[in-house]
């Protein structure tokens, strides 16, 4: 009870260390006020922010980039990472969850010029005062609303924020969106849907015969005055207007007329008679009106009339309007811009800055069809679906309202279905209970009909209790397999459906999967997976599945829990970095079926491995290669240069191959990417030119050697065609068989460096052969012949006569002695002997150390096995003196093959200098088969006795059967030859009798 209590103490002590993370982060959601409360350490910490919803539940938003939700936060401290994630739910295609880009933006207030309105009052004769030459004044400074992208890394400072999400709202959108931010997912906020009534100030169908004129947005009704009704217009009914000026209608003032911002929309469908002239559609009178359009005098091209503080422009679209044909007409206004629509396509564009100018308060609204006092400025035709929005349309919204020259009219009904949340079981669930509980909310602004469950999209159970924003629960017994399931859920106004989820009942649930996220092509890599499995699985076999190759697995399994592992070597990258899928295929057997299954999918980064010339890209040196004259050791530039180079990290099963020509260079330079240790492989031909003749074309190989980001630098040597002898080089096996893939290093003395330099290596080719390059008679090498960097054989300083063509040179390889056989090292400062004396047994190691660095010199002894036993120890004997003689006594030894090593150490590293093998033989050995024969001759010749004297015969095979037995020609044994004498003295007591 006492450490419980103490944990907890102590968990709560680490409560404010541990609140930077989000893992224990909780939410608490207050429904009435759309507000989350974000708290740390489980909900025992401090609150780390309020979160609250500004826009509705469903925020319905015009089309374009707009702004879908607003939402503040009050944050209690500096927060780094309070954006995490965001997700879009299309709930007009079954909650199918897409990606769209989008901005988080903070609302900040900003000062801009602020007028008033400034107009000369007239009196008319009946005494009523008008207001005319109104211009607009600066009076000062006022706020206006500006929104600034939010830098997302830096996170959130303390404090109170407004916060916007803007994204480019598509037609026809009804988008759930769910953010996660402070590490937590706010499932409870909200759905934007797009739509034309957006900022629709009024909107006049013109098809009452009778009565007010309708503003279908209901705010500004208008009065008819003379225009004829009832008239067939693009849909339903129009009005039709004479030039004169009782025929029009009046709309009281409003303040949603008075436009005062930087956008507006107007649009409508005209069908002009043919006598048509200048004519007002729709606007505020002059000299006090903002915005207008108008019909000029002919030709009949359609102007949108704006004014600002000073004066009034209008913009024509560049198009003719037809008479007696319905013409559909647009005009947008975005702050900059001015366009003109015709028939739902973009005609004329004008640049214009500026609000538009205030409606004086008092005066009139707006007339449709003529001015309210001036008769010429009656409109002569029909006007139908008439439009007013405070804002700018898009041309695709545009485009939807010409509707293919059908029109569309306004409404504000929509058809509101049953929105489905599903809670459990999550998207591609495992689990090895067949028993499955299906959960799923459901919230309806109409009456729900049912819920319904459909596994595999057949219909498997409905639910009509109808209650209304609540869990509809299925439990359902299904058989081992993969499924999809979801819900459907009807109303009066219809139907919708939730996304399909996937869900698998396995025979066994993924635990852990450990492996690399991150990697480089051709490592060896590991991969490791968890798993539990159900009482009654007996055994399991595995691949791994990468890239689409299968690997056969390892598996291992202690109770119900399993261990699946294997390594491999990653495949090579096409792209400079791309994701590699992988899955296990798991085979199950009970006893009586075998079921496979594949675990879920996982991805590995995989980056491509270069070897390259050095350049501006690859910088990290490797290699560098220069060529020189083998003689005379002098420079030769340029020369030709054709290389091929592998390079891995793994276990060389798979390779990054790359090839380099080049046919003039005064050095190769080879880098490497990314800094790593590779190991490689690499053919060189070079020459001075490819063509020439003065040298001869020699080659170079590496087998298996090692670069990384120290440089080495390789020298290349070329030998004069003149003095050049080619000889055949053939490495064979101690049975005389070809070795293929052997690297034979030509090395030269030269005397007054004293040293060797490697002026060729050569590659055996399948018969074990190849070429090399010499000059003969006069000159030293030496060649140490090496397989996969092991070196097998180093031979003595000798020079090279060319007696009979083909010259030909012959390496025979013994066998390799394993463990602790070393190749021999010529060290300075050394003398060494090692011998053996046959006739006394002793082996006899004497060495004198003259370096300084001396350590240790050590002796070791061993008999050779032919098996595959390791070889026998014997002697292992050390001196710490510089100069010594160790002496290992064999005598006793039975007969065999021994091999004797005498080694030095500096400085902790051990050399072997010396190395001898002989043989331990007995005069049987030596004879061998002859020896028996030799045997037999000599007891056939003592049995001749018999013919003079059969005792004397007697004794006399007893003796020489002893005789061969003790010099070793014949092995008879001790019971052998007891039982022969005995017989012998028995047949001789018999013949005396």
Same mark, same amino acid.
């Given at each position: 009870?006492?450490?419980?209590?103490? !944990?907890?103490?102590?968990?709560?002590?680490?409560?404010?260390?541990?609140?930077?993370?989000?893992?224990?982060?909780?939410?608490?959601? *207050?429904?009435?006020?759309?507000?989350?409360?974000?708290?740390?350490?489980?909900?025992?910490?401090?609150?780390? /922010?309020?979160?609250?919803?500004?826009?509705?539940?469903?925020?319905?938003?015009?089309?374009?980039?707009?702004?879908?939700?607003?939402?503040?936060?009050?944050?209690?401290?500096?927060?780094?990472?309070?954006?995490?994630?965001?997700?879009?739910? *299309?709930?007009?295609?079954?909650?199918?969850?897409?990606?769209?880009?989008?901005?988080?933006? &903070?609302?900040?207030?900003?000062?801009?010029?602020? &007028?008033?309105?400034?107009?000369?009052?007239?009196?008319?004769?009946?005494? =009523?005062?008008?207001?005319?030459?109104?211009?607009?004044?600066?009076?000062?400074?006022?706020?206006?609303?500006?929104?600034?992208?939010?830098?997302?890394?830096?996170?959130?400072?303390?404090?109170?924020?407004?916060?916007?999400? !803007?994204?480019?709202?598509?037609?026809?959108?009804?988008?759930?969106?769910?953010?996660?931010?402070?590490?937590?997912?706010?499932?409870?906020?909200? %759905?934007?849907?797009?739509?034309?009534? %957006?900022?629709?100030?009024?909107?006049?169908?013109?098809?009452?015969?009778?009565?007010?004129?309708?503003?279908?947005?209901?705010?500004?009704?208008?009065?008819?005055?003379?225009?004829?009704?009832?008239?067939?217009?693009?849909?339903?009914?129009?009005?039709? !207007?004479? %030039?004169?000026?009782?025929?029009?209608?009046?709309?009281?003032?409003?303040?949603?007329?008075?436009? =005062?911002?930087?956008?507006?929309?107007?649009?409508?469908?005209?069908?002009?008679?043919?006598?048509?002239?200048?004519?007002?559609?729709?606007?505020? *009178?002059?000299?006090?009106?903002?915005?207008?359009?108008?019909?000029?005098?002919?030709?009949?091209?359609?102007?949108?009339?704006?004014?600002?503080?000073?004066?009034?422009?209008?913009?024509?679209?560049?198009?003719?309007?037809?008479?007696?044909?319905?013409? &559909?007409?647009?005009?947008?206004?975005?702050?900059?811009?001015?366009?003109?629509?015709?028939?739902?396509?973009?005609?004329?564009?004008?640049?214009?800055?500026?609000?538009?100018?205030?409606?004086?308060?008092?005066?009139?609204?707006?007339?449709? +069809? /003529?001015?309210?006092?001036?008769?010429?400025?009656?409109?002569?035709?029909?006007?139908?679906?008439?439009?007013?929005?405070?804002?700018?349309?898009?041309?695709?919204?545009?485009?939807?309202?010409?509707?293919?020259?059908?029109?569309?009219?306004?409404?504000?009904?929509?058809?509101?279905?049953?929105?489905?949340?599903?809670?459990?079981?999550?998207?591609?669930?495992?689990?090895?209970?067949?028993?499955?509980?299906?959960?799923?909310?459901?919230?309806?602004? /109409?009456?729900?009909?049912?819920?319904?469950?459909?596994?595999?999209?057949?219909?498997?159970?409905?639910?009509?209790?109808?209650?209304?924003?609540?869990? &509809?629960?299925?439990?359902?017994?299904?058989?081992?397999?993969?499924?999809?399931?979801?819900?459907?859920?009807?109303?009066?106004?219809?139907?919708? $459906?939730?996304?399909?989820?996937?869900?698998?009942?396995?025979?066994?649930?993924?635990?852990?999967?450990?492996?690399?996220?991150?990697?480089?092509?051709?490592?060896?890599?590991?991969?490791?997976?968890?798993?539990?499995?159900?009482?009654?699985?007996?055994?399991?076999?595995?691949?791994?599945?990468?890239?689409?190759?299968?690997?056969?697995?390892?598996?291992?399994?202690?109770?119900?829990?399993?261990?699946?592992?294997?390594?491999?070597?990653?495949?090579?990258?096409?792209?400079?970095?791309?994701?590699?899928?992988?899955?296990?295929?798991?085979?199950?057997?009970?006893?009586?079926?075998?079921?496979?299954?594949?675990?879920?999918?996982?991805?590995?980064?995989?980056?491509?491995?270069?070897?390259? $010339?050095?350049? @501006? $890209? !690859?910088?990290?040196?490797?290699?560098?290669?220069?060529?020189?004259?083998?003689?005379?050791?002098?420079?030769?530039?340029?020369?030709?240069?054709?290389?091929?180079?592998?390079?891995?990290?793994?276990?060389?099963?798979?390779?990054?191959?790359?090839?380099?020509?080049?046919?003039?260079?005064?050095?190769?330079?080879?880098?490497?990417?990314?800094? /790593? =240790?590779?190991? $490689?492989?690499?053919?060189?031909?070079?020459?001075?030119?490819?063509?020439?003749?003065?040298?001869?074309?020699?080659?170079?190989?590496?087998?298996?050697?090692?670069?990384?980001?120290?440089?080495?630098?390789?020298?290349?040597?070329?030998?004069?065609?003149?003095?050049?002898?080619?000889?055949?080089?053939?490495?064979?096996?101690?049975?005389?068989?070809?070795?293929?893939?052997?690297?034979?290093?030509?090395?030269?003395?030269?005397?007054?460096?004293?040293?060797?330099?490697?002026?060729?290596?050569?590659?055996?080719?399948?018969?074990?052969?190849?070429?090399?390059?010499?000059?003969?008679?006069?000159?030293?090498?030496?060649?140490?012949?090496?397989?996969?960097?092991?070196?097998?054989?180093?031979?003595?300083?000798?020079?090279?006569? +060319?007696?009979?063509?083909?010259? =030909?040179?012959?390496?025979?390889?013994?066998?390799?002695?394993?463990?602790?056989?070393?190749?021999?090292?010529?060290?300075?400062?050394?003398?060494?002997?090692?011998?053996?004396?046959?006739?006394?047994?002793?082996?006899?190691?004497?060495?004198?150390?003259?370096?300084?660095?001396?350590?240790?010199?050590?002796?070791?002894?061993?008999?050779?096995?032919?098996?595959?036993?390791?070889?026998?120890?014997?002697?292992?004997?050390?001196?710490?003196?510089?100069?010594?003689?160790?002496?290992?006594?064999?005598?006793?030894?039975?007969?065999?093959?021994?091999?004797?090593?005498?080694?030095?150490?500096?400085?902790?590293?051990?050399?072997?200098?010396?190395?001898?093998?002989?043989?331990?033989?007995?005069?049987?050995?030596?004879?061998?088969?002859?020896?028996?024969?030799?045997?037999?001759?000599?007891?056939?010749?003592?049995?001749?006795?018999?013919?003079?004297?059969?005792?004397?015969?007697?004794?006399?095979?007893?003796?020489?059967?002893?005789?061969?037995?003790?010099?070793?020609?014949?092995?008879?044994?001790?019971?052998?030859?007891?039982?022969?004498? @005995?017989?012998?003295?028995?047949?001789?007591?018999?013949?005396?009798?």
């Amino acid at each position: 009870m006492k450490k419980i209590i103490f !944990f907890m103490f102590v968990m709560i002590f680490l409560v404010g260390t541990i609140s930077a993370f989000e893992f224990d982060n909780v939410k608490v959601y *207050d429904e009435d006020k759309r507000e989350y409360t974000i708290t740390n350490a489980l909900g025992l910490g401090e609150d780390i /922010a309020r979160v609250t919803l500004e826009t509705p539940l469903n925020f319905i938003v015009p089309r374009g980039y707009q702004k879908v939700a607003e939402f503040t936060v009050e944050n209690y401290d500096d927060y780094v990472n309070a954006f995490n994630d965001m997700e879009f739910y *299309d709930l007009k295609n079954n909650n199918q969850e897409f990606t769209r880009d989008f901005d988080y933006k &903070y609302k900040t207030i900003i000062q801009v010029p602020d &007028y008033k309105t400034v107009c000369n009052e007239d009196i008319l004769g009946n005494k =009523t005062v008008i207001k005319t030459n109104c211009i607009q004044e600066q009076i000062g400074l006022k706020d206006k609303v500006s929104w600034e992208e939010i830098n997302k890394e830096t996170g959130l400072l303390k404090g109170n924020i407004t916060i916007g999400i !803007f994204t480019d709202v598509k037609k026809g959108d009804r988008v759930e969106w769910i953010p996660t931010l402070f590490g937590e997912r706010l499932t409870e906020w909200s %759905v934007w849907t797009e739509s034309l009534n %957006v900022d629709l100030i009024s909107y006049y169908k013109l098809d009452g015969t009778s009565g007010i004129v309708i503003d279908s947005v209901g705010i500004n009704n208008g009065t008819n005055i003379g225009a004829i009704r009832g008239l067939e217009g693009i849909i339903n009914n129009s009005f039709n !207007f004479t %030039v004169n000026i009782s025929n029009r209608v009046e709309v009281p003032y409003d303040d949603s007329l008075n436009i =005062t911002t930087d956008t507006i929309s107007i649009s409508y469908w005209i069908k002009p008679v043919s006598a048509s002239t200048r004519g007002r559609v729709i606007g505020i *009178d002059w000299p006090t009106g903002t915005y207008q359009v108008i019909l000029p005098v002919t030709p009949v091209k359609p102007s949108l009339v704006l004014g600002n503080s000073t004066t009034e422009k209008g913009f024509s679209i560049n198009y003719t309007v037809p008479p007696d044909i319905w013409t &559909y007409v647009t005009h947008t206004f975005n702050g900059t811009e001015v366009r003109g629509y015709i028939n739902g396509t973009l005609i004329s564009t004008f640049s214009h800055t500026g609000n538009i100018k205030p409606n004086p308060t008092g005066n009139r609204g707006i007339s449709i +069809g /003529a001015m309210f006092t001036n008769v010429w400025e009656g409109y002569n035709g029909q006007l139908d679906e008439i439009g007013l929005w405070n804002r700018s349309l898009s041309a695709s919204e545009v485009s939807d309202l010409y509707n293919n020259g059908t029109g569309i009219t306004y409404t504000n009904i929509f058809p509101e279905l049953p929105i489905i949340t599903l809670n459990s079981p999550v998207e591609a669930f495992t689990t090895t209970n067949q028993t499955i509980n299906f959960n799923g909310t459901v919230t309806s602004p /109409a009456v729900i009909t049912n819920v319904t469950l459909f596994i595999d999209g057949v219909l498997n159970e409905t639910n009509s209790s109808g209650i209304n924003d609540t869990d &509809y629960l299925f439990t359902k017994t299904i058989t081992e397999g993969s499924y999809n399931w979801t819900y459907e859920s009807c109303n009066i106004n219809g139907c919708s $459906t939730a996304t399909t989820r996937t869900f698998t009942i396995s025979n066994f649930i993924e635990n852990t999967i450990t492996f690399n996220a991150e990697v480089l092509e051709t490592s060896f890599q590991s991969f490791e997976l968890n798993i539990t499995t159900i009482p009654s699985i007996l055994s399991i076999d595995a691949f791994l599945n990468y890239n689409g190759t299968r690997n056969p697995s390892t598996s291992s399994c202690i109770g119900l829990n399993c261990t699946i592992a294997n390594t491999i070597d990653i495949p090579l990258s096409i792209l400079e970095s791309e994701n590699k899928t992988f899955f296990w295929e798991i085979t199950a057997f009970d006893g009586s079926i075998s079921v496979t299954t594949n675990t879920s999918n996982n991805e590995q980064n995989v980056s491509k491995i270069h070897i390259e $010339t050095c350049d @501006a $890209t !690859f910088t990290t040196q490797s290699l560098n290669f220069t060529t020189y004259d083998e003689r005379n050791l002098s420079r030769v530039s340029p020369y030709s240069f054709d290389g091929t180079f592998d390079i891995w990290l793994g276990s060389g099963s798979i390779k990054r191959s790359n090839n380099f020509t080049n046919s003039s260079t005064t050095r190769e330079l080879f880098c490497i990417s990314p800094n /790593a =240790t590779y190991f $490689t492989d690499a053919q060189i031909d070079y020459n001075i030119g490819e063509n020439s003749t003065f040298y001869t074309t020699r080659n170079y190989f590496l087998q298996n050697d090692t670069i990384n980001n120290i440089s080495q630098d390789i020298f290349l040597y070329l030998l004069e065609t003149d003095i050049a002898t080619s000889f055949i080089l053939k490495v064979q096996d101690d049975n005389l068989l070809p070795l293929e893939n052997h690297l034979i290093k030509i090395e030269r003395f030269y005397p007054g460096e004293n040293l060797f330099r490697i002026v060729q290596i050569s590659k055996t080719s399948e018969n074990g052969k190849t070429i090399g390059f010499f000059e003969t008679e006069t000159v030293d090498y030496r060649f140490i012949i090496s397989k996969d960097a092991l070196i097998l054989l180093i031979t003595s300083q000798q020079k090279i006569v +060319g007696e009979t063509a083909p010259f =030909t040179l012959t390496f025979t390889i013994g066998e390799n002695l394993g463990k602790p056989w070393k190749t021999l090292e010529n060290l300075t400062d050394l003398q060494s002997s090692l011998v053996f004396n046959n006739s006394n047994g002793l082996v006899t190691y004497t060495y004198i150390d003259t370096s300084g660095n001396f350590s240790l010199g050590t002796l070791i002894v061993e008999r050779e096995n032919f098996s595959f036993a390791t070889n026998t120890a014997l002697c292992n004997m050390n001196s710490s003196q510089s100069s010594a003689t160790i002496i290992c006594n064999m005598s006793g030894n039975t007969t065999g093959t021994f091999i004797a090593r005498g080694f030095v150490t500096r400085n902790t590293v051990e050399t072997l200098i010396i190395q001898i093998i002989f043989i331990i033989q007995t005069f049987i050995d030596t004879v061998g088969f002859l020896g028996v024969l030799l045997a037999w001759f000599l007891i056939l010749i003592s049995s001749s006795a018999f013919k003079f004297n059969e005792i004397a015969g007697i004794f006399l095979v007893n003796a020489t059967v002893i005789f061969v037995n003790i010099i070793g020609l014949v092995s008879f044994g001790m019971l052998a030859i007891s039982a022969l004498v @005995a017989g012998s003295i028995i047949i001789v007591v018999v013949m005396e009798k």
